[in-house]
């Protein structure tokens, strides 16, 4: 693949819409100049994830994780550089040269163009004549070929090497087909045959609307199983993957909340009433991962789930997966042991969207059920708190997490503190180790308490952001008052940088991307946070020049007090020499005097 051109990158960045992008991941809410949001890459329930649209940057404080669109795409998608970049390019209308069919072309990009090639067909069969039995069964559930368009319902042919077939002609290896969980190895070892035959296929993509996977439904009877999924692949991972991606985001952001399905069908009838917020897993339970996806989008969950005893437990495991992550979680059973399809077809669009609008919250339906299981002996109310109190104990939130102790325990005619104690047990069990985490903001924050790590911060903040109050002369005052280390790397490479005319049009200071590479990771990082961070003492009514002035100041009198501490100490050493330390003394202070425009008879 080849090099690609510092313009293009440079024009990547300069056109992406860093904050429409990142949205498609996390739930971004605007905070001054910055967006905010649950940071994709580490558990955390309070937002440290921040997007400054003016530098096309994000960082996060928790974490330290930061960069831009193509280093978000690279981090979350598992991609090499040139693979983001590239992605990004094509998404952009960006043209970069590039070889094609070389030997180190990305296995990802290989992995989504075989996708890609799959879908093709699978849309075509489903229109051909091989493709009738499909079609019927599809008018059979109310599905018109706008329908089917509109939700990429294609068709696998009952033959062996459809798929095989159409990935040769392209030149796209067997094993790339393989990897991507489209094909099977023969059990001679001699070629690969389709893995989906004579099944409905179903697309399942990725944020970015890319073919990551497919589910298959069975349409003749005998067909094992009835739903077969493509396995995972390197694009494709089942415990952090929904099925309705990437047509539910906007509905998520307008509606607040997340509609959870077990079913592909079932995702696609609440698309048809008009509760495009759907999501459905792909073939697996839902698992943690699956919960901090949610808590990133949301804070709002409806679990709908088939109104019998497995659609309880379902509810409650459910629960235990997305309680920890802060979410408030409603749920609703649908009657009759119908799936959401049949409720639609049977009861119309206006029913589905009122219990969903109407779901009540979950763990309270899980209290009650288990309720209902009986407790009215000693035994029996001691079984249903066992039972409850691993929810109760996954419950983020601590005084919701104790209401729902008091009402228990108020509908078993129980002791309050005895329920509490027995929450409290399993909370300790089950507690999730979120010391690390703490650590480290607890440290972050004792850095930016200290006096001189404030001072050094809102320096390079001014250095950065107005660099035109910085010159030559000042570069080398700085380079004499400033104690050693990160920030002072930081500030005289930014004087650098601007000498040098890498700016950011319009006004925009100084541009980071074109300093961070002559800088350590810690200067990175400390970089990385004042350029997306608001801060104060920068942004003041007062002018600039005068804060430039307090701040220079402020390093004066504390270099000049280390001055007259050293001096303090070796005036103490016998043998010393007390005459030099003294005329050192008075030169000190002579200059100090100067400075300040203290004549030599004392006025101003």
């Not at 069964?137 to 089917?148: E, H, I, Q, T, W």
């Not at 002609?169 to 393989?178: K, Q, S, T």
């Not at 509908?411 to 985490?437: W, Y």
């Not at 809102?458 to 030559?472: I, Q, V």
Request: hydrophobic fraction near 40%; charged fraction near 30%; proline fraction near 4%.
């Amino acid at each position: 693949m080849s090099r690609i051109p510092e313009t293009a990158i440079q024009e990547i960045r300069n056109r992406a819409d860093i904050v429409g992008f990142i949205s498609r991941y996390v739930d971004l809410k605007q905070a001054g100049r910055n967006w905010k949001g649950l940071c994709p890459f580490h558990d955390e329930k309070t937002p440290s994830f921040n997007v400054n649209p003016d530098r096309q940057i994000f960082h996060c404080f928790g974490c330290q994780e930061g960069g831009d669109v193509i280093g978000f795409l690279m981090k979350h998608e598992g991609l090499s550089f040139p693979e983001a970049a590239r992605n990004l390019a094509s998404e952009l209308g960006i043209e970069i040269p590039e070889e094609r069919g070389s030997a180190d072309a990305g296995l990802t990009t290989r992995l989504f163009e075989a996708n890609g090639l799959a879908q093709a067909l699978y849309r075509e069969a489903l229109g051909r004549p091989e493709g009738k039995l499909a079609r019927d069964y599809l008018v059979s559930r109310g599905f018109d070929g706008a329908a089917a368009e509109r939700f990429g319902i294609g068709f696998a042919p009952a033959r062996w090497d459809a798929v095989a077939e159409r990935l040769r002609r392209h030149r796209i290896p067997g094993e790339i087909g393989l990897t991507a969980g489209l094909l099977a190895e023969k059990k001679s070892g001699d070629g690969h045959y389709d893995r989906l035959r004579g099944r409905l296929t179903f697309p399942i993509q990725d944020v970015r609307g890319r073919v990551i996977g497919f589910g298959g439904r069975a349409l003749e009877s005998g067909q094992e199983p009835k739903y077969l999924n493509t396995p995972e692949s390197p694009v494709f991972r089942k415990r952090n993957s929904f099925y309705g991606y990437p047509d539910a985001l906007e509905s998520i952001r307008r509606a607040g909340r997340v509609i959870l399905c077990e079913g592909y069908f079932d995702r696609i009838a609440f698309a048809r009433a008009g509760l495009g917020e759907a999501l459905a897993t792909c073939g697996t339970a839902l698992t943690a991962d699956h919960g901090i996806q949610l808590r990133r989008r949301t804070r709002e969950i409806v679990l709908v789930f088939d109104g019998d005893s497995a659609g309880r437990q379902a509810t409650e495991k459910a629960l235990a997966e997305l309680l920890p992550h802060g979410l408030r979680v409603r749920a609703v059973l649908i009657p009759d042991a119908l799936d959401p399809d049949d409720f639609l077809e049977r009861e119309g669009a206006d029913a589905l969207r009122r219990l969903v609008d109407e779901a009540p919250d979950a763990l309270e339906s899980a209290i009650h059920n288990a309720l209902r299981q009986g407790a009215t002996s000693p035994d029996q109310k001691a079984d249903v708190v066992a039972h409850l109190a691993p929810l109760l104990a996954r419950v983020a939130d601590a005084v919701s997490r104790d209401e729902y102790i008091r009402r228990l325990a108020l509908s078993l005619g129980a002791s309050v503190p005895a329920v509490a104690s027995i929450v409290r047990d399993a909370t300790r069990r089950s507690s999730q180790g979120t010391r690390v985490e703490a650590e480290t903001l607890g440290l972050t924050r004792a850095r930016r308490d200290d006096p001189q790590e404030r001072q050094l911060r809102s320096l390079a903040r001014l250095c950065l952001r107005h660099p035109g109050l910085f010159g030559d002369e000042m570069a080398l005052r700085l380079e004499e008052i400033l104690p050693g280390g990160a920030w002072k790397s930081i500030i005289l490479q930014l004087i650098e940088a601007a000498a040098e005319g890498l700016l950011i049009p319009d006004g925009g200071g100084v541009d980071a991307f074109a300093v961070e590479a002559r800088l350590d990771e810690e200067a990175r990082l400390r970089l990385r946070e004042i350029a997306i961070a608001d801060d104060v003492s920068v942004d003041s009514d007062r002018p600039m020049d005068r804060i430039l002035d307090d701040l220079i100041g402020w390093f004066d009198r504390r270099q000049r007090d280390a001055r007259q501490r050293e001096l303090n100490r070796r005036m103490g050493d016998p043998s010393a020499d007390k005459e030099a330390l003294l005329a050192e003394k008075n030169a000190a202070l002579m200059a100090r005097r100067a400075q300040l425009g203290i004549g030599s008879s004392g006025g101003v």
